[in-house]
C-alpha cells in the first residue's frame, strides 16, 4: 500500500483565506459570489480560531499610479483606478472574518513584506500577485509553526486560491480546498484541482474534522 501523502493532516493544518476584501465583496468590483459565501467563510475563520490553528488573511492592494501590478490590471491601475487601495473601505477585510477588536491593517508594514498580527494565531499578509506564496513570508511561517497541511477558501478560485493551491502542493504541503466557502467554484475548476491531489472539503466537513482543544 502506497504511502498517503494526500489526506489533510488537521492537527497541523492552517487556514489561507484568499482576498476576502471590502471591494470583491460588495464594493468597487465586486466577484460574484463572495458576498454569498461571507457567512461559510466565517463560520470555517470560526472554527479554526476555536481550534487555536494559524490562520493567515491573504490581502492585495493596489496604490493608485503604481506599475508593480499583475498584468491583468495593471494597465488601470496605472491610469489611477482605485481598488483594494491602501488605507481604503475597499481594501478592509469583513469584520465577520477577523476576531474582535482586531487592529486596522497596518498596510505600510504589510506592504514592506511583514506579517501582521490580528489575534491569536491570526494574521494579515499582502500579496503582490495571485499566489499567496509569491513574495510573501507565508512558506516561512508555515514551516516555523509545524504546518503540513494548508486549507484555502475566499475569492476567487480560478486566479488566486488556484494559484496559492498549486505553489503549495508544489512545495509538498498537504492542500485542501473548501469549495462553498470560495467563491467562482465550478466542477470543470474543482476537476483540474483534483488532478493534483488537492481534496475538497465542505465547511461542515471541515469543522466535524478539525480537533478541538
Not at 488573511?57 to 496605472?78: C, F, K, M, N
Request: hydrophobic share 40%; net charge negative.
Amino acid at each position: 500500500m502506497p504511502d498517503d501523502y494526500l489526506s489533510p493532516d488537521w492537527p497541523n493544518s492552517a487556514l489561507v483565506m484568499i482576498d476576502v476584501q471590502n471591494d470583491f465583496v460588495d464594493g468597487a468590483t465586486p466577484i460574484p459570489g463572495t458576498a454569498e459565501s461571507l457567512p461559510a467563510m466565517a463560520g470555517l475563520v470560526g472554527r479554526f480560531r476555536a481550534a487555536r490553528r494559524p490562520i493567515f488573511h491573504v490581502a492585495r492592494s493596489y496604490t493608485p499610479g503604481e506599475h508593480d501590478v499583475d498584468l491583468i490590471r495593471r494597465a488601470s491601475i496605472e491610469a489611477g483606478a482605485e481598488v483594494v487601495a491602501p488605507g481604503t473601505e475597499g481594501a478592509r477585510i469583513p469584520g465577520a472574518l477577523l476576531p474582535r477588536d482586531s487592529p486596522e491593517l497596518d498596510w505600510p508594514a504589510l506592504r514592506a513584506g511583514r506579517l501582521q498580527r490580528l489575534g491569536l494565531e491570526e494574521y494579515a499578509l499582502y500579496k503582490p500577485r495571485w499566489s499567496a506564496f509569491h513574495r510573501t513570508p507565508l512558506d516561512g511561517e508555515l514551516r516555523r509553526r509545524g504546518v503540513t497541511t494548508i486549507v484555502v477558501a475566499g475569492c476567487n478560485l480560478p486566479n488566486c486560491p488556484r494559484a496559492t493551491l498549486f505553489d503549495a502542493s508544489e512545495r509538498d504541503f498537504r492542500t485542501v480546498l473548501v469549495a462553498d466557502a470560495t467563491s467562482q467554484v465550478t466542477p470543470g475548476r474543482l476537476a483540474d484541482l483534483a488532478l493534483i491531489g488537492v481534496q475538497m472539503f465542505d465547511v461542515a466537513d471541515a469543522r466535524a474534522a478539525l480537533p478541538t482543544r
